[in-house]
Structure formats: C-alpha cells, structure tokens
C-alpha cells in the first residue's frame, strides 16, 4: 500500500497576521478542568501535548466572557475579570513552548447558560419560543445518569429573559473585554462562538430568532449582534489579531434553522465586520434526537459540502470540521474547498497525530472510534475520558517508561485489551507473546465491525503496532498452562474476554437460539460447530466463502451479509445493551423482523449516551419493536414467550440471538493458579467494559509491570 500524501495539510498557513506552522487546528472541546474559571494544570498539559504533537494551533474549549454570567459551567475557563489572565498566560507560555499557537474560544451560553439556571438568572434569548423539545430519548437514561445530567443546573427550571437593547450593549462591550484580556496574556489568536445554539448563533438564526427589531428578521438583521461583537473585539485586538468565527453550516431538525447557503451569505457579513476566518461547524436543535448529526457527527467529512460552499463566499480562509480523516483533509485543502481542517475527537484519541503524519507513521495514528465516550461526560458537567486513550486529561501516563529491566510477558488472548497490553509492554521494551486460541487477531472487536464499522480501524492499528514492535503472536494456540510455563514469562496477563452464556429457560438449548458471539462466527463461517447446523446450500456458500478469504475480511463480509445471512425472517434478540441494540440495527437493515427483549428498563447500556439516544430512535425507524422489563419464560422452535409485567406474550421467531448473559470469566487465570509469576487478569476477563474497558485496563497493567 502506497502511503497518502499529506502534502497539502501539512503545508504552512496563514490567518490574519498569524504564520501557522500546517493546517491541522483542534477545535473547542470543552475539558471543565478549570477550577472556578481560572485555569489549571491538567487544562494546560492536555493542550500543550496537543501543541506538541504539531497540530498547528489548539483552541481551547468554549469559556465564558462574562462568567459565571452566561457560563455553561464553573469549570470552564473564565474571562471575565484581570484576575483570569496569570492563568491564561501561563497556558499560552506553556503551548508556546511546546512549538504551537494558542487560540481561545469566547462565548456567551445564552439558552444553555446551566450556571445562569443554577444561579438563579434567567437566560438570555434573542425571543421567547412555544412548544417542547421531545425528551423521550431519556426513558433510557438510568437515575444515576439524569441526576448527573441535572449536575450543571443543580436541577433547577431554566427562566429567561428577551435580550434588550441594554443587554446587547453589554455582551458585546463583555466579548470585548474578554478579547482585551486574552490577547494581553499572551494567546495569538480568539475564536469567537457564533455555534451551537448559544447566544450569537440563536441571534443568527430564524429558528430562534423572532425578532422584528434591528436584531431579527432579515439575515442582515440577524447576524447584527456576531458582527458587532466582532467589531468591538477586532478594535480592540487590532487587525493583524486573528479573529475567527464559529458558524453552523446547517441546523438540524430546526425548522427555518440555518442551511448553507444563508451561513454563506452570513459569513459574508462576518467578513466585513472583519473577521479574519469562519469554522464550519453544524448543529442540532434537539441534542436527545440529533446529536450525533451536530455539532458531532457520525459520517466522514459530514460538514464537507458546507465549508466548502461557504468558501465560495468569503476571501478569508475557510476551516472545515466535522470527522476528518488526514487523507479527507488533504484533498479539500488542494480542491480549495477549504483552508484549515480542524480535528477534534482525533486529536483526543491521539495528540500526536500531526507529528505522526509529518513522519510519515500515519498507521500509527491511533484512531478515533466514534463512541462518544468523551462527550457524555460533558453532559454530565465532568472531564471527558476516551475509550481508546486512557491518558485524555491525565496527561501524566501519556509517555510509557521504559522499563527497568527488560521483562518476557506473555499476553493471553488476541482481542483489544491483550493486544492493548502487548502494545504498552512492548513500547516499553518487553519482550512480547501473545498467545490467540482464533486463527486472527480481534476478538470481539474484529466481529463488532460487522455492526459498528468505525471500530475497525482501532483494529487495524493494534494490529499494526504490535506487529511494528516486534510482538511474537502464537495464532491458533491454546494457552494451557504448560505452554505458558514452558515460555518462561516473568509476568503474564490475561484477557480472554467475557464468558457469553445461554438464558436458564426451556428452549435455550434449541439449535436456533444462538449467543451473539454464535451468529458473528455463523456469519463469518468460523464455527463449525454451528456450521453443521445450517442447510447444503448454505455450508457450501460458507466453504466457498472461506476458500476465496471472503470471511476473513470484515467489509466484504459486511457487505455480503446485506444479501445473505444464515438467519431467519424474524428474529428476536434477548438483551437490549450496547450489543444486542447494535445486533438488533444490523439484522433490521438487512430486512430480518427484529423484536428486542430487554429485562431492565432502558435500552442500549452502557453505549455512551448521545449514541445511545441515536441507536434507539434509528432502530426504531427501521421497524425494530423495542420491549423493555421483559423476561423471557421459554423459547419454542416457533416463538418466545416472556412476561412483560403481570402479563405473557409471545412472539415469533425463526432466529433467537441471546446478547444477554455475558459475565466476566477468569477460568483461563485460575488454571494458571500454579505458575510462579504475576498473573493479571484485564478486560472483560475481569469486569465487563467492552472496547472502553478493555483498552483503559490494559495501559494501566502493562504501564506498571
Ligand atoms: C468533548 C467535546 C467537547 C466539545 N466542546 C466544544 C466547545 O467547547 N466548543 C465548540 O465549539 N465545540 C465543542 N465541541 C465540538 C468540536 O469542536 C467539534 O466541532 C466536533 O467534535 C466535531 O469534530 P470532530 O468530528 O473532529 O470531533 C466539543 C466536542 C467534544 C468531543
Ligand atoms: S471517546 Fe470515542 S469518540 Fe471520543 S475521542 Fe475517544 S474514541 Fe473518539
């Protein structure tokens, strides 16, 4: 495979009178690690290893120009008084130091303003709006998780307030102190937020904007109080200042909210007002509903055609955002579809990308795998964590020491965390075995591409890391404990996964009833045992398919699945979590009839809540029945019956696929019991935390061997 170029993202550029060393930027990603607004050191390491890794410039999540007025969180930087800027210095000397540029995003909250709500304020709103925002996606929400969610506003109503003519005055007059502060202390550059529903953008659009004063109604009206901040803030700044400002490109489930051609035409008006760039963002009204359309998206590139339409009306350089793949980015910045990237969740799940790319290591880019692990913590006021990079605001165990004495381990079990560990351990110069009993490498994680694509590349990297650093993988291997012993480690760890079982009713035994883990291998022909179960006709499609390597490639596989499956017309799925949902969405889009029992009450657990909201409605669009504190009784070669409160139903099924029942199994470490070395036991093997889980317990283990 011939490496991409990356030429064009990776050439020098310019905004205003800022030299910018490429054209990687990272985006505002909210970190709340500011202790009442004033910022602190896990805020200033997590950017400045971002600055380090080469992205060009950082921009640090969303603070408060006039806090805690207008403030979405008390954990957000700060801006609003000279006794902030010491800090804010010491994080521009700090990113400065470590080669990048720093820039900062400025905002008032407006209609998410939680502290105003906390602090008993109304919010400020451009006017008044009937009707409710459909909540309904929380019946899946646990207690524990809406308490978290009320954290921000204490669980307070929200009240609000028609901004006046005085208040208007004010907030610009605040952006402009704030800008004067900012730049006093040494940041290069300010993005003002004019995104994401807050005070600017909810002025920008019709959808919320009812005005019929010189602040609504026409566009020129509506984009007034954005351009008369960026006024203020750019008499202040200077023109040679970077000023650049966050626009949405499209609003989401908003009627008469913004579309692209209206923001080009707004970002004209920006321009002259003097801003000196325009991010393309995007948003969604309902975030229970459309999150995962804006402001993150799920689809690659989803806000290409809006930079790129908005560029068409401005002269001032264009950043485009919204799942950028390094190879995406490169071919809208040399079409001239846009002059900036920027990289968010990316650049969490590795802050090192832009080194990389220069180093031409782009397989080593640990990838992002679209969970939104990290956002729901934002949701809940808290520090995002990533699933795939334990050291997102813990910077400290970013860098892996060598270690003391160079150790033999032995990792059992070729899924995510074994392959997690050998990675750490052999990045730290052990020597690495990795014993697999599968014929590949994966485990649960090469079966979760069928269903969820996005984790394929995280396989694709471990696969190529360990291999890069030198891991003996034993293939086809059954780790008894004389293989292992007659390895010699000085230390093994073991991550075997979890132990998947059957319902203890009648009929669990039935040839059609089949655990989750039984239909992927069904699926990918690796089980003989549940091969045989299946017709002529079929077993031979399955040879051939295994003959010509077709089932060893989880894409191909993918795509073969949506015109055969060794699965019947109606199918039922026990068990509603994060798998069984996943499972559910894949069977319907290939036309089966899918029923989804779920004992407990909420649906899609533990799938990071934004995510989760998107599953549940996407699978209810395509026709699955979704019934939740259902038991099942018994299964019959026809049907399922189970009790839904006091009443029994049945429902048919030609299929049964059990994605219940997954408990954590240490089976493989307790024979292990007599080896005279360290045994440790990761991942599912020892909690049930899927790819998360699997991931944040191996670094942990191998970093402290
Ligand atoms: C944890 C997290 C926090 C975010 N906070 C902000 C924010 O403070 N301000 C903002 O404009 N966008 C925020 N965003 C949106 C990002 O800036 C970016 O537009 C979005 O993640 C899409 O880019 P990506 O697909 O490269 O992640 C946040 C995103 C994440 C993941
Ligand atoms: S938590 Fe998930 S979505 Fe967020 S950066 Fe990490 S891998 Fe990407």
Not at 186 to 212: C, M, Q
Not at 337 to 359: N, T
Not at 380 to 392: I, Q, R, T
Not at 625 to 632: M, Y
Request: hydrophobic share 45%; glycine share 8%.
């Amino acid at each position: 495979m011939s490496a991409p170029s990356f030429d064009s993202l990776l050439s020098r550029g310019r905004i205003a009178g800022l030299e910018l060393s490429n054209r990687v930027l990272m985006p505002a990603m909210d970190m709340n690690l500011c202790v009442d607004g004033e910022m602190s050191d896990g805020e200033i390491a997590h950017y400045s290893a971002r600055a380090a890794g080469g992205t060009a410039m950082v921009i640090t999540g969303t603070g408060a120009v006039a806090w805690p007025i207008g403030a979405t969180s008390l954990h957000q930087p700060a801006f609003s008084d000279d006794r902030f800027i010491p800090g804010i210095r010491r994080l521009a000397d700090s990113v400065h130091a470590a080669g990048g540029k720093l820039c900062m995003q400025l905002c008032h909250h407006g209609k998410t303003a939680s502290v105003d709500v906390a602090q008993g304020r109304p919010q400020l709103v451009p006017s008044l709006l009937e009707g409710q925002m459909d909540m309904s996606a929380l019946r899946d929400n646990p207690m524990s998780e809406l308490m978290a969610l009320a954290t921000a506003t204490q669980g307070k109503k929200a009240t609000y307030k028609v901004a006046d003519e005085d208040d208007l005055a004010w907030v610009i007059d605040q952006f402009a102190q704030a800008a004067r502060r900012v730049q006093s202390a040494g940041v290069d550059a300010i993005e003002i937020h004019a995104a994401h529903g807050y005070l600017l953008s909810s002025f920008l659009s019709r959808g919320y904007n009812k005005r019929e004063d010189r602040w609504g109604g026409s566009l020129e009206n509506r984009v007034r109080l954005t351009c008369e901040v960026v006024r203020a803030v750019k008499a202040v700044v200077g023109k040679n200042y970077p000023v650049l400002v966050r626009v949405n490109g499209y609003e989401y489930g908003l009627e008469d909210g913004l579309r692209p051609e209206e923001t080009a035409r707004a970002a004209a008006f920006i321009e002259e007002a003097g801003a000196d760039a325009i991010h393309v963002s995007a948003n969604a009204h309902n975030p229970f509903a459309d999150f995962t359309q804006g402001p993150l998206p799920t689809e690659i590139a989803q806000y290409r055609d809006f930079a790129k339409k908005i560029k068409q009306h401005v002269t001032i350089p264009v950043v485009a955002v919204g799942r950028m793949l390094p190879e995406v980015a490169n071919a809208m910045i040399a079409a001239g579809e846009c002059d900036f990237v920027s990289m968010g969740r990316q650049l969490l799940a590795d802050s090192d990308l832009v080194i990389k790319l220069q180093r031409g290591q782009y397989r080593s880019v640990r990838p992002c795998i679209n969970c939104y692990v990290c956002v729901e913590q934002n949701f809940f006021d808290g520090n995002p964590k990533c699933a795939v990079n334990p050291a997102l605001c813990n910077e400290s165990v970013a860098v892996l020491t060598p270690m003391f004495k160079a150790k033999h381990i032995v990792v059992i079990g070729g899924g995510p965390g074994g392959m997690e560990a050998a990675r750490v351990a052999a990045t730290r110069g052990a020597k690495v075995t990795l014993i697999e009993k599968g014929s590949r490498l994966g485990g649960t994680l090469w079966f979760s591409q069928l269903t969820t694509p996005a984790n394929g590349p995280l396989l694709d990297w471990l696969t190529f890391e360990i291999k890069r650093l030198g891991v003996d993988v034993l293939l086809s291997t059954m780790a008894t404990s004389e293989v292992v012993k007659a390895l010699n480690p000085d230390e093994v760890i073991v991550a075997t996964g979890a132990r998947r079982g059957l319902p203890d009713v009648p009929g669990a035994d039935l040839p059609h009833v089949l655990t989750g883990d039984a239909l992927r291998s069904l699926i990918a022909g690796d089980d003989d045992a549940n091969v045989q179960s299946l017709s002529r006709l079929e077993r031979s499609l399955i040879s051939a398919g295994r003959s010509i390597g077709l089932l060893r490639n989880a894409a191909r596989l993918r795509a073969l699945s949506k015109s055969w499956m060794p699965v019947g017309k109606r199918v039922v799925v026990i068990g509603g979590s994060l798998v069984g949902l996943e499972l559910a969405e894949f069977l319907a889009q290939r036309h089966r009839l899918v029923t989804v029992l779920e004992q407990g009450q909420h649906m899609g657990l533990p799938m990071a809540m934004p995510r989760r909201w998107t599953a549940v409605s996407a699978a209810k669009k395509l026709g699955v029945v979704l019934i939740r504190e259902a038991s099942v009784i018994s299964i019959s070669s026809v049907s399922v019956r189970y009790r839904s409160g006091e009443e029994e139903f049945e429902v048919r099924a030609d299929t049964v696929v059990v994605a219940s029942e997954v408990y954590p199994d240490s089976h493989v470490a307790d024979s292990l019991k007599d080896l005279s070395v360290p045994v440790h036991i990761i991942g599912d093997a020892k909690t049930v935390d899927y790819i998360e889980g699997a991931m944040h317990s191996a670094h942990e283990v191998a970093r402290g061997l």
